[in-house]
Every structure is written in C-alpha cells, then in structure tokens.
C-alpha cells in the first residue's frame, strides 16, 4: 500500500533529524541563560566635610553661672561622716554669714576657676578659700598666714611671692592664687590623694607624712579619716565637704546663692610710675574701700612700681583709669620713706611733717602697744613737689607663733569614733619647720566674716 509506505518514511527521516540535532555545552547554555546585566549603580560619594560638620550636634552652651561650673567639676569622693552634718548645719543656720562669704568670692571665682580646670584639678578646689578666708584676699592670721589662701612668709617665698616693705604677694589674688595652686599640686603629687594633700595643706606635708608613717608602723590603715591628727585639721575637710554640698544644693540647706556670670569680673593694668593709693582709686572711680580689697597686696599708702606690679580692676573700669591717669598733670605721690633717728620722738616726727602721733601710726599700720624704733622706716607726706624717696626695702620681721605642746589636742577616728588624745610631740612644733616639709595652721573660717 503506496499510502502506507510513504507515512512510515516519513516518519523515519523525522527520528533521524531529530537525533542529528547537536546538544548545547553546559557553559554556552549558561551563557544563554544568564540575564542581561543591569547597568552599575555608582558608589555614593563621601559628604564634604562642611556637610558633616553641618550636621554634627551643636556644643552644649556654656554655664550661665560660675556655679555651675563648679558643680559640674566635682571629683572628690563625698566624705560620709558627722563632722559633715554638723558643718552643713553651721553654715545653714547662719545664712547673712554665708552671704557676705559669696559676695566677696563673686570678684574672684570666675578667675579661680579658669585656674583650676586649666590644671585639670577638682573644682573643690575653687572652693578651698572659703575655709581659709571665707574669701577674704585682706586675711591675716595670729600665725602671721596672710591672703585669700593663708599663706604664711616662708611658703610663700618658697612659691615665688614677693613680700616687701610696700608689697605682700601673698595677698595678690592672681599671684596668691597661682602659687596655691602650685603647692596643692605638688601635695597631690606627694600622696597620692586629695584629702591627704588638703590635710597637708593645712597641717604641713611633714606631719601628714609622720602621721601616715606611724600607722604604718601600727598595721592601721592610712587614709585621711585614719589618721591621728589636729582638730582643726580633722575638721578642715568636712568643712570643705559641707560648702561642697551647699554649693551643690542650696536650697535643701536653706540658702540661697546669688548669680555669679560666667565670666570675668576684672582686669589688670600695669604701672609704670609710683602713684598714691587713694589717687589711684580716684582715676577708677572706685570708693578707697573697694580698691584696697581688690588690691591688698599694696600694703602701704603708695604703688610702688618696678615695672611688673599690676592694679586690679573691674574691667569696665580700665578705660577709665587710664584716661584719667593720662590726664593727670598734677604729681602722683605725696608720700616718702622717713627713718627714725635715736634722737627723734615720734611726737616730734608727727608734728614736723604735720600730722598727729595717731596719725602717723595709723598711716604705718603701728597698732596696740607697738613703739616706734630707731632705724624704722615710716611714710611721711611729702612736702612740695620734690622728688619722693621711695627705696626697696625689705618686708617686716615676723615671729611666728609656736604652739604649745601641753596644750595640743589630735583626734584620733577608731571605727568611727572620735576620741581626744594627746598630740605627738613630733607634730607640735610645726611653725618652726622649713617651709618646704610644713605649713602652719590658718585663720579658720569662724574666725572670718
């Protein structure tokens, strides 16, 4: 059947075909199945450093107080102990004390404090004045501890402040504060701790290094609360302590701090030229008063200039000092130095150059039952326009006064009890140590205000 046969030979050629048809390799089918690839998306490109400085968050705004800075600066540990309570008790009942203490401190903090955190020092520091000298830069102790910071006349030559007859750096509140700042570092240094380098600073690093020796050899522990020591020193650091939790939280305590801005309060110029005192308060349109508590370190009637003796003043007040000062035609100075001849009487000397005998001892600061001395040097007015003489001479002789043995009293902490006992002898004759192993006691801040 011709039909039949054509179908089946047709059927065969389609089966040969097929078989004849060449299988694609694996890596050509892959090729031809892979999608097309999308074009690349660039990589984003850095942002300028304008763009992220842009959005980079804002610096907080500094403090609007001094107060605040101090707070924000404390870093000692807080002392728990009852001495705390009674000093925070102290101040709170008496807040007029408390008050005059800030308004003589708001002259001066803002520069302590630009001090302190310079050197990278707890802010407790800033607060350490209080205790001295409630902030009084005219201070001056029975153990002849003078300034803000109480220093007495061999550690304050040891730390650079000059004292002589017409100057007393100790009493400088920039020099005083810098030389401060200098020893309670080198305290720190010593020992390692905070509270044992204030203790030092009040009772001497001798006797704190005696008093950590003798625990030592007892097997006592030597922290500050472990040591026999003094009362005012037992007591130094709980009164800091105290003012440091005032400070930090007045109004729980009842008082109420004044705003102190965060920024300077005075400025320095320098005199070139010997001027009177009261004609320099003049040319500041400043009260006598004022300036003398602003600059105590001139200790007499005149500034006596050498080229580096600065005046401070609020600084809206430097302009107009100097504009007075440069139209000044008049003479400077009506004071000069007078030395006493053995055959002079202090009646005579007062009367010679027109004053009273009072006055003559107020002038030269010649108080109680003090006489006036051959070879003395006092200020007499100057007559006419002549020349004032003004020689350098040295500071004053002190006797520093030396505490009795019999009499000191330590407190000794045992397990958080306080017990009286009698000081080691080692320890009571701390004044007549060398500046560079003591430091005397200072004016107590009772004794202030």
């Excluded at 690839?37 to 992220?52: G, H, K, M, Y």
């Excluded at 625990?215 to 003094?230: F, I, K, V």
Aim: aromatic letters at 8%; glycine letters at 4%.
């Amino acid at each position: 059947m011709p039909a039949k046969t054509v179908v089946l030979a047709l059927l065969a050629l389609l089966v040969c075909a097929c078989a004849e048809i060449p299988k694609a390799e694996p890596e050509a089918l892959a090729k031809t199945e892979a999608p097309t690839p999308l074009a690349a998306t660039p990589a984003p490109r850095p942002e300028s450093p304008a763009t992220e400085q842009e959005r980079a968050p804002e610096p907080p705004p500094p403090p609007a107080n001094v107060w605040e800075r101090i707070r924000t600066g404390y870093r000692l540990t807080p002392l728990v102990s009852p001495l705390v309570q009674e000093w925070e008790q102290y101040y709170s009942r008496r807040p007029d004390y408390v008050a005059r203490m800030v308004d003589r401190s708001s002259r001066f903090l803002y520069h302590v404090v630009e001090e302190v955190e310079r050197r990278k020092m707890p802010t407790e520091v800033v607060l350490l004045p209080m205790i001295e000298s409630a902030y009084n830069p005219q201070a001056y102790s029975r153990a002849h501890a003078s300034g803000m910071w109480q220093f007495i006349p061999s550690t304050g030559k040891l730390y650079g402040l000059n004292q002589n007859f017409w100057y007393d750096g100790r009493r400088d509140v920039l020099a005083g504060t810098s030389a401060a700042l200098d020893y309670l570092e080198k305290l720190y240094s010593m020992f390692g701790d905070w509270n044992l380098a204030l203790a030092a600073y009040n009772w001497g690093e001798g006797a704190v290094s005696r008093a950590i020796t003798r625990n030592q050899a007892r097997g006592l522990p030597t922290d500050y609360e472990s040591l026999t020591m003094p009362a005012e020193t037992r007591n130094y650091i709980p009164k800091l302590m105290a003012v440091r939790n005032i400070v930090a939280n007045p109004e729980q305590y009842g008082i109420a701090l004044v705003n102190i801005p965060n920024r300077p309060y005075f400025a320095t110029v320098t005199t070139h030229r010997h001027i009177d005192v009261k004609l320099a308060a003049s040319f500041a349109e400043l009260s006598l008063e004022e300036f003398r508590f602003l600059n105590p370190a001139h200790n007499k009637p005149v500034i006596k200039s050498n080229g580096s003796e600065t005046i401070v003043l609020p600084i809206e007040k430097i302009a107009v000092f100097q504009g007075n000062l440069e139209g000044h035609s008049q003479p400077l100075v009506t004071w000069q130095t007078y030395t006493v001849k053995r055959s002079d009487q202090p009646e005579n000397i007062a009367a010679k150059h027109g004053m009273t005998l009072a006055q003559l001892k107020q002038i030269n600061g010649i108080t109680g039952n003090k006489k006036i001395a051959a070879g003395q040097t006092l200020l007499v007015p100057l007559k006419g326009t002549a020349e004032p003489n003004l020689p350098d001479l040295p500071a004053p002789k002190v006797t520093l006064t030396r505490y009795q043995p019999k009499k000191a009293k330590c407190v000794q902490v045992r397990n958080g009890v306080r017990k009286v006992v009698q000081c080691p002898s080692a320890s009571t004759k701390k004044p007549a140590k060398s500046p560079a192993s003591t430091k005397p006691a200072k004016a107590t801040i009772q004794g202030r205000g």
